[in-house]
């Protein structure tokens, strides 16, 4: 089963009722969902918060709607997590690889759609965790903030994955960033030799799609001599502007791609100059509609459906032999 939910939920209260969400709680209480769930979950929280709940629940003479019963005993219900984004072809793929696993475990998979925004993705994660689900997967916004870092290392309640982002105290599925770039060196260096090569990545501070991208490349190309511009944002109005600046008309014979999206943005830039034909391109996705767009001479094709499966079995803790979820071609 999958169920797509969307963030603008609506809570509703009806006094003459005994059974109350955490979220209702929390707006009766003016606090946090996330300081509710502790509260039940007797987590640390402050005297002041624990009186402002405990005068609520004497109000309403409380009984849990869906969470109390799910406290002593969790349900199978995992939840994947993910940013909205105009272009979710990537993710819809670890989406229908962690749904065609669950499918055959008899587990409630539900997926998500929050906000790009850390701090609306914060609110949204708070609230789903005052849900106690056995499981909750994270694809997290691009320019995920240290706070948002934090609360998902605190959180004891619900076993967390997060998908290629390292944060503390929590489970991750990495794809192998250096490794792929590591072995793209390698095959370009087997055919090239002596070119100009100009490598387009995102800051350090990614540490997979930037730093890692880089470092594979950087380190591993031999025979051919390569220089770097690292694109503030990874889109394709910010790398048009900055890849033109630092471009003007000193043309490289080989442009590697850290991003899809750059990828695309050069390729446009190029071909209107007109000097696309000479020039050697490499992309990173999956194969389809938006690989051809592009046409590049190398594609770092990457198995996002096999990632999903393996995402899955990973929240279920079953072991399995790993593989490849990348190969160039």
Do not use: W
């Not at 709607?65 to 909205?84: E, R």
Request: charged share 25%; net charge positive; with cysteine.
């Amino acid at each position: 089963m999958l169920i797509i939910i969307i963030n603008s939920y609506k809570v509703r209260l009806n006094m003459n009722k005994t059974k109350i969400t955490y979220h209702e709680i929390a707006k009766l209480s003016g606090l946090g969902v996330g300081t509710v769930s502790r509260y039940f979950n007797n987590y640390n929280i402050s005297e002041s918060s624990k009186k402002r709940i405990g005068d609520v629940l004497k109000k309403i003479d409380y009984v849990p709607n869906f969470a109390a019963s799910s406290i002593k005993k969790k349900v199978k219900d995992v939840y994947l997590m993910l940013p909205f984004n105009n272009d979710e072809t990537a993710n819809m793929e670890i989406v229908n690889g962690v749904k065609s696993y669950f499918e055959q475990k008899d587990i409630s998979f539900f997926v998500f759609i929050s906000s790009d925004d850390s701090k609306q993705y914060e609110t949204d994660l708070n609230y789903l965790i005052s849900r106690n689900p056995y499981a909750v997967i994270l694809l997290l916004p691009k320019d995920t903030t240290k706070e948002l870092e934090e609360r998902i290392s605190i959180i004891k309640t619900t076993k967390l994955v997060t998908y290629n982002k390292k944060i503390k105290n929590v489970d991750t599925y990495e794809i192998e960033d250096y490794v792929m770039f590591k072995n793209l060196a390698s095959k370009i260096d087997q055919k090239y030799s002596k070119q100009n090569i100009l490598y387009i990545g995102l800051p350090d501070a990614d540490t997979t799609t930037g730093k890692m991208r880089k470092k594979g490349f950087l380190e591993n190309t031999k025979n051919n001599s390569v220089s770097s511009l690292v694109v503030s944002k990874n889109t394709i109005e910010v790398i048009q502007k900055e890849f033109e600046d630092h471009l003007k008309n000193n043309f490289a014979d080989i442009y590697v791609c850290a991003t899809h999206t750059i990828a695309l943005t050069v390729n446009d830039y190029l071909t209107k100059k007109g000097v696309r034909n000479i020039s050697i391109l490499s992309d990173i996705g999956k194969v389809g509609r938006t690989s051809e767009l592009v046409k590049a001479e190398y594609l770092i094709f990457v198995d996002y459906f096999l990632i999903g499966c393996q995402i899955a079995k990973k929240i279920l803790d079953i072991k399995f032999i790993y593989k490849k979820n990348f190969e160039i071609i």
